[in-house]
T-cell receptor, first 114, second 114 residues
């Protein structure tokens, strides 16, 4: 079953604009990760944020986490056409075991037009 | 490293036939995951291994599906007999430290059962 739900399902912007995607999840987590998937390809890991962190940056990416609201957001600044892809959040749902398994959300399809 | 290698990239088979999907994880990664992606159900975790041992196969749809990892560098996912509803993209992913570095996905196998 899917843990996370991304919002919006689809987002269309112009190059240079910022893109914000949101993720809500249901249960307590150890960490939350964001992945990108280009059409017809595998998923690529972007960033991981732990449950005790509130914000994390990586290049043009900014991720926030609010565990009280069980939500996260991914901000892509100064978007480029190459950022066109689907973006997924994934949560570590194995809080009480030593093993990790990720449960993925439904994804946001981002289209960046030149 | 060549990354996670999956074969074949595409497979078209007739209903009732046996299908075997293959995966070579990144050397040194002791976690291996099999996911299935469809439009209707998104990304579903089927099974994962740690140090070649199956840890959680609760996502395997039914007895027609089986997975093995005979050694650290090879895993198979077998469907016998295949059905049209098995049509999906099957991804293999590996990780050395899922709680820190995320997963590395292969390019996937697109399976079509006619």
């Amino acid at each position: 079953s899917q843990q996370g739900e991304e919002d919006p399902q689809a987002l269309s912007i112009q190059e240079g604009e910022n893109a914000t995607m949101n993720c809500s999840y249901k249960t307590s987590i150890n960490n939350l990760q964001w992945y990108r998937q280009n059409s017809g390809r595998g998923l690529v890991h972007l960033i991981l944020i732990r449950s005790n962190e509130r914000e994390k940056h990586s290049g043009r990416l900014r991720v926030t986490l609010d565990t009280s609201k069980k939500s996260s957001s991914l901000l892509i600044t100064a978007s480029r056409a190459a950022d066109t892809a689907s973006y997924f959040c994934a949560t570590d749902a194995s809080k009480n075991t030593g093993f990790q398994k990720l449960v993925f959300g439904t994804g946001t399809r981002l289209l960046v037009s030149p | 490293d060549a990354g996670v290698i999956q074969s074949p990239r595409h497979e078209v088979t007739e209903m009732g036939q046996e299908v075997t999907l293959r995966c070579k994880p990144i050397s040194g990664h002791d976690y291996l995951f099999w996911y299935r992606q469809t439009m209707m159900r998104g990304l579903e975790l089927l099974i994962y291994f740690n140090n070649n041992v199956p840890i959680d196969d609760s996502g395997m749809p039914e007895d027609r599906f089986s997975a093995k990892m005979p050694n650290a560098s090879f895993s198979t996912l077998k469907i016998q007999p295949s059905e049209p509803r098995d049509s999906a993209v099957y991804f293999c992913a590996s990780s050395s430290s899922p709680d820190r570095g995320g997963y590395t996905f292969g390019s996937g196998t697109r399976l079509t059962v006619v």
